[in-house]
């Protein structure tokens, strides 16, 4: 099957800096791409969706000054956490959507990344 | 490594009756386990979702049932309507929460 990679998987932060999250389609060019954030115990809220080439959709109530989207190219996105505060920590995770070769119904999910502002 | 696995890509179901999709994981650490559907040209949301404490968990017409000794999830959609026609994903959390996503299902609901 498809592979999406993130990375980094885990990373701890200074209150105050920015952190850049990858999100790579290994083996397919992704259209689209979805940025998600999970507290603990709780479901995946969207914050975004991103077309390759285009400004990404924010979700309401998701600061969209705060999470910069990029999405380059069909291989790659990023979410960049910048400023970041200890309210921000949570698991942040990519989901891809691929283009011809795969059915358009399907999504790929990248391993999801764990930030922890301190 | 697939740690959660969904074996059926697709499943088609009459208007009316009992869809029954499920997920197999290898990891007896997992202690939440999650359901999402997923419409065409939209992401994934949230259905439903099961802690490892219990074996049931009923939303409506959505029904989790969780087997922890065969390491077994199942989603029961009863009775089945068209509009539940998706792709629907089991998802499941270690202790850490990271999470750990199957390759989906394909449900078609035909009227």
């Known amino acids: 099957g498809a592979v999406v990679s993130q990375h980094p998987s885990r990373v701890i932060c200074k209150s105050g800096t920015s952190v850049k999250i990858e999100c790579r389609s290994l083996d397919f060019q992704a259209t689209t791409m979805f940025w998600y954030r999970q507290f603990p115990k709780q479901s995946l809220m969207l914050m975004a969706t991103?077309?390759?080439?285009?400004?990404?959709?924010?979700e309401q109530g998701v600061e969209k000054d705060k999470f910069l989207i990029n999405h380059a190219s069909l291989t790659l996105s990023t979410l960049t956490v910048t400023s970041a505060h200890p309210e921000d920590s949570s698991f942040y995770i990519c989901?891809?959507?691929?283009?011809?070769?795969?059915?358009?119904?399907?999504?790929?999910f990248g391993q999801g990344t764990r930030l922890t502002v301190v | 490594d697939q740690q959660v696995k969904q074996n059926s890509p697709s499943l088609s179901v009459q208007e009316g009756r009992i869809s029954i999709l499920n997920c197999d994981y290898t990891?007896?650490?997992?202690?939440?386990f999650l359901w999402y559907k997923k419409y065409p040209a939209e992401g994934p949301t949230f259905l439903i979702s099961i802690s490892s404490i219990k074996d049931k968990n009923e939303d409506g017409r959505f029904t989790v049932f969780l087997n922890k000794s065969a390491k077994h999830l199942s989603l029961h959609i009863v009775p089945s309507q068209p509009g539940d026609s998706a792709v629907y994903f089991c998802?499941?959390?270690?202790?850490?929460?990271?999470?750990?996503f199957g390759t989906g299902t394909s449900l078609t609901v035909i009227p």
């Open positions: 989901s891809a959507r691929s283009r011809g070769g795969f059915p358009d119904t399907e999504a790929f």
């Open positions: 990891n007896s650490m997992f202690d939440y």
């Open positions: 998802a499941a959390n270690d202790e850490s929460g990271q999470f750990y």
């Open positions: 991103s077309n390759e080439g285009s400004k990404a959709t924010y």
